[in-house]
């Protein structure tokens, strides 16, 4: 693994910061001089994020239980804050972790800088800053076959994050859902529960879905032993349904706790929204159905 890399996309406007599993698309926008220095600050927190991790990668692997535990660092200790809601569901900082890096250097970017907007996307986990009156559009683009409904979040709405998760993903999922997106008050926070939500969409011991043991696929994984899927196979309409409306049922309790702002859910050409006028008012209802084999895909789109 190399160190750190820093450049600038062609566009001249888009930072690329790249270190081993850490990829992310930063960009600024504000007067030119406060934009600069910004980048700067995000760049020097950056530098040091991945090697805080991997010191205490150990603990950061293990389960989460109901009191949150000390991390040296301020990006583990936003990995634990958002999963140690959950517990005792099994869950790791590890499920945050995207989410928190994203957050973390967020953080560096804005401190003490006057910037209309700002996004740090890590992956597709994407942490959002926007000053009074300033407001971005996303674009939920998350299972491959040209979906891509957009969504508008303005400063006065309480969403700060976005996450997507899912079987076809980067990482390994539990679950079945093709996609599930879910806008939070953090990335870190929406990172988590995407995971989450994405392994309550399930039909646990359906013959049409293929599943391997965590550790067999990454000797490394936080996830042990578990099962996580690698192929899912044709389902009725009924198996659908129910897969989608198990995860609905947890998305639902998490935004009742407040854990969350909304969530859409993916599977099968089908679709479940949770709360949030944002996805009831951007979001389609019906999808075409997914072609074998498509790539997962997170996509982010500001104007």
Same mark, same amino acid.
């Given at each position: 693994?190399?160190?750190?890399?820093?450049?600038?996309?062609?566009d001249g406007r888009r930072l690329h910061l790249?270190?081993?599993?850490?990829?992310?698309?930063?960009?600024?926008?504000?007067?030119?001089?406060?934009?600069?220095?910004?980048?700067?600050?995000?760049?020097?927190?950056?530098?040091?994020? &991945?090697?805080?991790?991997? @010191?205490?990668?150990?603990?950061? *692997? =293990?389960? !989460? #239980?109901?009191?949150?535990? $000390?991390? /040296?660092?301020?990006?583990?200790?936003?990995?634990?804050?958002?999963?140690?809601?959950?517990?005792?569901?099994?869950?790791?900082?590890?499920a945050a972790v995207a989410g928190s890096v994203?957050?973390?250097?967020?953080?560096?970017?804005?401190?003490?800088?006057?910037?209309?907007?700002?996004?740090?996307?890590?992956?597709?986990?994407?942490?959002?800053?926007?000053?009074?009156?300033?407001?971005?559009?996303?674009?939920?683009?998350?299972?491959?076959?040209?979906?891509?409904?957009?969504?508008?979040?303005?400063?006065?709405?309480?969403?700060?994050?976005?996450?997507?998760?899912?079987?076809?993903?980067?990482?390994?999922? &539990?679950?079945?859902?093709? @996609?599930?997106?879910?806008?939070? *008050? =953090?990335? !870190? #926070?929406?990172?988590?529960? $995407?995971? /989450?939500?994405?392994?309550?969409?399930?039909?646990?011991?359906?013959?049409?879905?293929?599943?391997?043991?965590?550790?067999?696929?990454?000797?490394?994984?936080?996830?042990?032993?578990?099962?996580?899927?690698?192929?899912?196979?044709?389902?009725?309409?009924?198996?659908?349904?129910?897969?989608?409306?198990?995860?609905?049922?947890?998305?639902?309790?998490?935004?009742?706790?407040?854990?969350?702002?909304?969530?859409?859910?993916?599977?099968?050409?089908?679709?479940?929204?949770?709360?949030?006028?944002?996805?009831?008012?951007?979001?389609?209802?019906?999808?075409?159905?997914?072609?074998?084999?498509?790539?997962?895909?997170?996509?982010?789109?500001? @104007?």
């Amino acid at each position: 693994m190399t160190g750190p890399a820093v450049s600038w996309l062609p566009d001249g406007r888009r930072l690329h910061l790249n270190h081993g599993p850490i990829d992310l698309i930063v960009e600024a926008f504000g007067p030119e001089a406060e934009r600069r220095t910004a980048y700067r600050q995000a760049v020097a927190r950056f530098r040091a994020v &991945l090697d805080e991790l991997v @010191a205490e990668l150990a603990a950061l *692997r =293990s389960p !989460a #239980a109901t009191t949150p535990r $000390a991390f /040296l660092s301020s990006t583990a200790r936003r990995m634990e804050q958002a999963v140690f809601p959950h517990a005792p569901l099994f869950v790791t900082p590890m499920a945050a972790v995207a989410g928190s890096v994203a957050d973390e250097v967020l953080g560096s970017l804005v401190a003490g800088r006057s910037l209309e907007r700002a996004y740090v996307n890590n992956g597709g986990d994407i942490a959002l800053h926007l000053a009074p009156g300033q407001a971005f559009h996303a674009a939920i683009a998350g299972i491959g076959h040209g979906f891509a409904d957009r969504l508008t979040i303005r400063a006065d709405d309480a969403v700060r994050g976005i996450a997507t998760s899912g079987w076809r993903g980067r990482s390994h999922s &539990l679950g079945i859902a093709d @996609a599930v997106t879910v806008l939070a *008050r =953090s990335a !870190a #926070a929406a990172d988590a529960a $995407a995971t /989450l939500i994405a392994n309550a969409v399930d039909l646990p011991g359906h013959p049409a879905i293929a599943r391997v043991a965590a550790c067999a696929l990454d000797p490394d994984s936080d996830l042990g032993d578990r099962l996580v899927t690698r192929e899912v196979g044709i389902l009725s309409p009924d198996d659908i349904r129910a897969a989608l409306e198990s995860g609905l049922a947890t998305a639902e309790s998490m935004r009742r706790r407040g854990l969350i702002e909304g969530a859409a859910l993916f599977l099968g050409g089908k679709s479940r929204l949770c709360g949030g006028s944002l996805l009831r008012q951007e979001v389609t209802t019906a999808i075409p159905p997914l072609p074998p084999a498509t790539p997962s895909c997170k996509g982010f789109a500001h @104007a």
